[in-house]
């Protein structure tokens, strides 16, 4: 998986339910992000974090929380106030404080409300 | 607010033609300028990328070009084969809150090379 992992690959939520999307990398990659995509909007950026301990929100945070307690993992919970959480989420990260390295993304968790 | 202009949203051409996406960006002070390729249901993969610094870049079938000055940057692709379809992503560095960087993509191209 090239360093990254997120876990799982398919997840189903309840209505009302929070869940939690798993991302692991072995890359010693400071900056990691969580993005979501959807059909013709292409990526779009819900939290980041530059260190560990710290992260701030994105384009899109509102219904989503996340955690940066280790530097390998960034878990993203995905609560019952987002209304349309049914999308292809990716987790991605990067070397160094700046952003003119390029990303390392995981393969992915697509999540659907059933 | 910051923001990445992508075009055309979808590119149909034949194998063995020429294929150009072309990028526009708000932030005058990006520097940094990545293109991805993503296959149906997988990651985006690191294709290509430019720093501010130079003006074109090539690796092998594919080249980037950057005109700071109109803030616009275009991706090329030489004799296209069935296996470059794809969705195309650029995206440009820019500068957010705090002083840190992050990068912000552009929508992107669905390219499909037909045999």
């Known amino acids: 998986d090239g360093g990254i992992t997120q876990s799982p690959k398919y997840l189903f939520r309840k209505e009302g339910q929070n869940v939690t999307l798993s991302c692991e990398q072995n890359?010693?990659?400071?900056?990691m992000y969580w993005y979501r995509q959807d059909p013709g909007q292409g990526l779009r950026l819900i939290y980041y974090?530059?260190?560990?301990?710290?992260?701030q929100k994105g384009d899109i945070a509102e219904g989503y929380s996340v955690s940066r307690e280790k530097k390998e993992s960034f878990p993203l919970t995905v609560t019952s106030a987002q209304k349309n959480p049914t999308a292809f989420y990716l987790c991605?990260?990067?070397?160094?404080?700046?952003?003119?390295?390029?990303?390392?993304f995981g393969s992915g968790t697509r999540l659907t409300v059933v | 607010g910051e923001n990445v202009e992508q075009h055309p949203s979808t590119l149909s051409v034949q194998e063995g033609d020429s294929a150009v996406i072309k990028c526009t960006y708000s932030?005058?002070?990006?520097?940094?300028f990545p293109w991805y390729k993503q296959e149906l249901g997988k990651r985006p993969q690191l294709i290509i990328d430019?720093?501010?610094?130079?003006g074109e870049k090539k690796d092998q079938r594919i080249a980037v070009t950057l005109n700071k000055t109109a803030k616009h940057f275009s991706l090329h692709i030489t004799e296209t084969q069935p296996e470059d379809s794809a969705v195309y992503f650029c995206?440009?560095?820019?500068?957010?809150?705090?002083?840190?960087?992050?990068?912000?993509f552009g929508k992107g191209t669905k390219l499909t090379v037909n045999p």
């Open positions: 932030d005058s002070a990006s520097n940094y």
């Open positions: 974090s530059q260190i560990v301990n710290d992260f």
């Open positions: 991605a990260s990067t070397t160094g404080w700046g952003s003119d390295y390029g990303y390392t």
């Open positions: 430019i720093r501010s610094n130079v």
């Open positions: 995206a440009a560095s820019i500068t957010w809150r705090g002083g840190s960087e992050k990068l912000v």
């Open positions: 890359l010693n990659h400071d900056a």
